[in-house]
């Protein structure tokens, strides 16, 4: 009977040892932290979707996204914020560092986390709808656009109450932003917070809804642990830059232009094969405005002719003038632009390119011929034979017969071959 109940005790202690051993976990686990600036891009919706796993794998009390984002592509911000409502773990959505902003589709998914915060400094806001190309749409798709993103953004909003619906369809219908105070008093996010630890600490006690369940967030004096961005959705969020963008594809279309005008090295054409394929995976990303794209094809093309025709120079402007017009149009839209200072500064390194390119046809075109007969005009003799008129003279190694054009020259004397009449020179005395 002893060892019977010896045994049910020992049960009992080795279950209350599981769960106290499992609590203790639990209260230890470490927030995952997120990190992302750039773009709203498929390598964002990789990311978060990864780090979300991670802290649902790992039983983490939440997941941070910490976001600074100038918006893109509303069917990427749909695809994220599908996967932000899809996750078991709270989903925590924090604009930062100071002066971030959560634009345009960033605002949609910062109001799609479960708790959000913001930097003092940042801002949050202009998600006004735009064309595939940056452009302004048509009045009709433009209303469509806007009514059915007011109803996305006032349903993310209808939870935090009726001002911040309210401003959440103004950020749609009329481009309104707000900074991190005014969001706080509107109630669009729920701290302010200088960094994580504070966020943390602010949002300690928080209930939150997740999954349809009600959630006390358990943060203060929790680890954190940041999830970094893999190499290749580094490499990927790096060229979706616009300047890095406008700057591979400028490097790509020297560099393919090069290895035609010298081929047969390779090196050239690999390089700029490659940047051209960076630089159309961060255009077709960003969906960059493809007749400013066009505008640059035709500055290369104008380069290009401009080496071949007798107005040298002139075409160069032209091409420099198109160069400058296409990369402002190419991502042309409120959130995304190439800067002026990348734009002047691609323009005036490619003119210089070609004007160098230009120079060296011009002097090879009016080079003097290194080999052959043609050669020997200009070139200086010495007389082996006096001319009177007619004799021998020395000249790049070589005897040739000669006539003197303007009386008989001695032996000895340095002449100037000044034609050719067969295998006979003109020479004159120097």
């Not at 210089?352 to 090879?364: C, D, N, R, S």
Request: net charge neutral; hydrophobic share 55%; aromatic share 6%.
């Amino acid at each position: 009977m002893r060892v019977r109940n010896l045994s049910v005790w020992s049960a009992v202690l080795l279950v209350l040892l599981l769960i106290v051993g499992r609590a203790s976990a639990q209260a230890g686990a470490a927030v995952k932290l997120a990190i992302f600036k750039g773009p709203v891009t498929p390598v964002l919706a990789s990311y978060l979707d990864r780090a979300i796993a991670a802290a649902e794998d790992a039983g983490a009390p939440a997941v941070i996204l910490q976001l600074d984002t100038p918006g893109g592509s509303v069917d990427i911000t749909k695809e994220i914020v599908q996967r932000m409502q899809a996750a078991t773990v709270p989903v925590i959505v924090y604009v930062a560092p100071a002066g971030a902003h959560a634009g345009s589709a960033g605002t949609f998914i910062t109001l799609a986390g479960h708790a959000a915060a913001m930097a003092p400094g940042s801002s949050i806001g202009a998600a006004s709808p735009v064309g595939a190309e940056g452009a302004d749409l048509p009045e009709t798709l433009k209303a469509k656009a806007t009514n059915i993103l007011v109803a996305d953004i006032k349903n993310l909003a209808a939870r935090r109450g009726e001002k911040a619906a309210a401003w959440a369809e103004k950020a749609v219908a009329e481009a309104a932003a707000a900074t991190a105070d005014e969001a706080l008093a509107l109630g669009v996010i729920d701290a302010i917070a200088r960094d994580v630890p504070e966020l943390l600490a602010r949002l300690d006690g928080k209930t939150v809804t997740v999954q349809g369940k009600t959630v006390t967030l358990q943060l203060a004096g929790r680890p954190v642990e940041e999830i970094p961005l893999n190499p290749l959705e580094s490499l990927l969020n790096t060229i979706t830059n616009p300047a890095i963008a406008a700057i591979l594809l400028t490097i790509g279309l020297n560099a393919i232009l090069f290895e035609l005008s010298n081929p047969g090295g390779w090196v050239a054409g690999a390089i700029g094969a490659v940047c051209l394929l960076l630089a159309f995976y961060a255009l077709g990303t960003l969906n960059a405005n493809w007749t400013g794209l066009g505008f640059i094809v035709l500055a290369f093309i104008l380069f290009v002719l401009d080496i071949k025709a007798p107005t040298h120079g002139v075409l160069t402007i032209a091409g420099i003038a198109s160069f400058v017009f296409g990369a402002y149009l190419l991502f042309n839209t409120p959130e995304l632009s190439v800067p002026w200072a990348t734009i002047i500064g691609l323009a005036v390194v490619t003119a210089g390119f070609f004007a160098f390119v230009i120079a060296k046809a011009l002097w090879a075109q009016r080079r003097p011929p290194a080999t052959g007969s043609e050669s020997l005009i200009g070139a200086t003799a010495v007389v082996r034979q006096a001319l009177e008129p007619e004799g021998m003279v020395f000249v790049q190694g070589e005897l040739w017969r000669a006539r003197a054009e303007s009386g008989p020259i001695g032996v000895g004397e340095r002449v100037i071959v000044t034609g050719q009449e067969g295998l006979t020179l003109r020479v004159t005395k120097e």
